[in-house]
């Protein structure tokens, strides 16, 4: 049968193992009657690598600015380390490093000069300021360049240099929001390495907002967000996991409508037509062994159908199932 959106139960996995170390509980948050989140709970565990994915306008930077302690949700709560980010910020700052998507450092100033500024807003000075410097700046590989201008450094030696900012005051939680904006895809690798690196090594708690599916694979769990609410929780394996086969994309060569609703009933499948516009509306199936089922498919339908694709599942294919839409609309201009 034809049909949309799939329903499903919205979290696969609500808690991580092991006690939080940040907990959002029912947060909401509205610009005037624009609603930006609405009821978002989750839980992010020790040295967890966690994720906020989502398409622009999902609500991924409002949840950076409240977790930051930037702004204060109007319901709800989030505690980090024990802290309510709304009537501890202070508290809370001294123990959470952030970095911000638009850039943060001094180009006129060097690496190192960047770091002792920041150093001295924490209160730390001196010699055991410069050791610490010294070994972030050998941490994100830019000891040799300690004493050049940030002005002379690549989109990637820069990001390096805003996390080593945000890790000078040993945060044990870091917070980034779309750290990757920007980079080339080199510079986009490093910086997830370094990441794992972090947790692993480090074992600090990470909190990541991105809008792509990359690197949303790349975190321990995720929570994906539409139009501010959650729409799935878990590992990525766990979430394409429930996907069960593969997907099959059939593009027609006319009348989707009818197509799909033909397809579904011959072979007692779920055929969504998904699409904005028009001639971009195609039909969606979940099936196993999905080589095999389009030959059937094929030969079942001769002429009706233009192209077909199969593929294993991925996040996107996630959001897909859970919100009868496509994560990127035609209409979106950012990929
Ligand atoms: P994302 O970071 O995922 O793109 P945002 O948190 O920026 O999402 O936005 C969530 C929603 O809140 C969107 O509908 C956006 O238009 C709206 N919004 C964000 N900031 C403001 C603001 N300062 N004033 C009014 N609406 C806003």
């Not at 794992?196 to 995720?222: G, K, N, P, S, Y």
């Not at 799935?232 to 593969?246: H, M, R, V, Y």
Request: aromatic share 6%.
């Amino acid at each position: 049968m034809a049909s949309r959106v799939q329903e499903l139960p919205i979290a696969a996995e609500i808690t991580s193992s092991g006690p939080a170390v940040i907990s959002v509980e029912n947060l909401v948050h509205r610009y005037g009657d624009r609603t930006a989140l609405d009821g978002v709970s989750f839980d992010v565990g020790h040295a967890e690598l966690f994720g906020l994915l989502g398409p622009n306008g999902s609500g991924k930077t409002t949840m950076f600015r409240i977790l930051s302690t930037l702004m204060v949700p109007i319901g709800g709560h989030a505690r980090i380390l024990g802290h309510d980010v709304a009537t501890e910020p202070n508290r809370l700052r001294q123990k959470i490093g952030i970095v911000f998507q638009s850039p943060s450092i001094d180009l006129k100033l060097t690496a190192f000069e960047n770091l002792r500024h920041q150093g001295h807003l924490y209160g730390l000075r001196g010699s055991a300021l410069k050791l610490r410097i010294q070994e972030m700046l050998a941490r994100v590989g830019l000891a040799d360049r300690a004493n050049d201008k940030a002005e002379t450094f690549s989109g990637g030696m820069q990001r390096r240099l805003e996390l080593a900012k945000g890790l000078l005051h040993h945060p044990s939680v870091l917070l980034l929001d779309e750290p990757t904006t920007g980079l080339d895809p080199g510079a986009r690798r490093d910086l997830w390495q370094y990441l794992h690196i972090l947790r692993d090594e480090e074992r600090v708690t990470v909190i990541v907002t991105t809008h792509l599916m990359e690197e949303a694979e790349r975190c321990d769990r995720l929570v994906i967000l539409n139009q501010g609410e959650v729409m799935a929780l878990g590992t990525p394996f766990d979430l394409k996991s429930e996907i069960g086969g593969d997907v099959i994309w059939i593009e027609p060569a006319r009348d989707v409508d009818g197509l799909a609703q033909r397809i579904g009933a011959k072979f007692n499948v779920r055929a969504d037509i998904i699409g904005e516009e028009e001639r971009s509306r195609k039909i969606r199936i979940e099936r196993e062994q999905g080589h095999r089922f389009i030959t059937e498919l094929a030969e079942s339908f001769p002429g009706e159908i233009q192209a077909i694709s199969v593929s294993k599942p991925t996040l996107e294919d996630v959001f897909i199932r859970r919100t009868g839409h496509k994560f990127w609309t035609e209409t979106s201009t950012e990929r």
